[in-house]
């Protein structure tokens, strides 16, 4: 018999999946795929990690992987082991103007993936419309704008330009985090104009600053490990926290002056 790391399961866009023997002494393992295409994949031999993508939005492709083992000897065993995987696709990143305060609740503030501050409140946010997948590694991403950002703070506050990813509890009422400061008890923020990380009112220097016009952001929450990372351009930096809690964790943003803008990329992306 062979095993499937990982053994099935929901994954986002993109999963790795390996197949190891149960006996000592195989010789290899061959296996076969179904759901992939109108006919599947055919038996053949695994010699690396399987690869599996769904790149369309609000999809999901359901799989079975089949393997078994081949013994020293040539003989093919008979135990055959089968697995269910879920690819879900990509998510649209949109954002929510039912909950931007100040400067991005002006008209015009937000068009599309285009986010700018229109009057200069340092407290100016506004959340995605739907939280990240429960499962799975996710990544997205912002673009400093024209205007770049502020460097220093701009209030006594240090707000600073944000981006990050709040928990919303399902509730009736307006939610408390859009009354606290971004890295309060709800959220867990890179202020990546200042170089510094926030969470539970604490902050600590992290990373670099992104203070350019056309510098990239990411944020990528890895839900099965409960980490949040951060990176600028293509520097990854470390793991940023590591004890991001289960929930509707939704991405979330803070624009601290007049003219400050950000363009996010189109989607919440997967990975490996």
């Known amino acids: 018999p062979v095993v499937f790391r990982p053994d099935g399961g929901n994954f986002y866009e993109t999963m790795a999946v390996e197949i190891a023997s149960v006996a000592p002494g195989a010789a290899g393992i061959f296996y076969s795929i179904s759901g992939v295409s109108p006919d599947g994949l055919g038996l053949r031999k695994y010699d690396k990690p399987i690869v599996l993508c769904n790149d369309k939005p609000g999809t999901v492709q359901r799989v079975t ?24 696709g ?13 400067g991005l609740a002006l008209p015009g503030a ?13 407290i100016t946010r506004v959340r995605a419309k739907a939280p990240l ?9 912002v673009f400093v704008g024209e205007a770049g950002a502020p460097s220093g703070n701009v209030a006594g506050n240090g707000a600073g330009m ?13 939610e408390s985090w ?35 016009p ?7 929450c890895d839900r099965e490990k409960c980490t949040l990372s951060f990176g600028i351009d293509d520097q990854v930096f470390d793991v ?9 964790l939704y991405p979330i943003v803070n624009l601290p002056v007049k003219g400050c803008s950000i363009t996010s990329g189109p989607y919440i992306r997967g990975g490996l």
């Open 110 to 122: 937000i068009q599309g993936c285009y986010l700018e501050n229109k009057n200069g409140n340092p």
């Open 214 to 220: 056309g510098q990239r952001v990411a944020v990528t």
């Open 178 to 212: 859009m009354s606290e400061q971004l890295g309060g008890m709800f959220s867990w923020c890179f202020n990546f104009s200042r170089g510094w990380v926030l969470h539970g009112g604490e902050k600590r220097a992290y990373g670099a600053r992104a203070v350019r």
């Open 90 to 102: 990509v998510l649209a990143l949109t954002w929510d103007p039912n909950t931007a305060t100040n």
């Open 162 to 174: 944000c981006v990050g990813v709040v928990l919303v509890k399902a509730s009736g009422r307006r």
């Open 240 to 248: 940023a926290f590591s004890d991001i809690p289960a929930g509707d």
């Open 133 to 141: 997948p429960p499962h799975g590694r996710t990544t997205w991403e």
């Open 65 to 88: 992987l089949s393997a078994m083992a081949v013994g020293s000897d040539a003989q093919t065993s008979d135990v055959v082991t089968s697995q269910e995987f879920a690819v879900h």
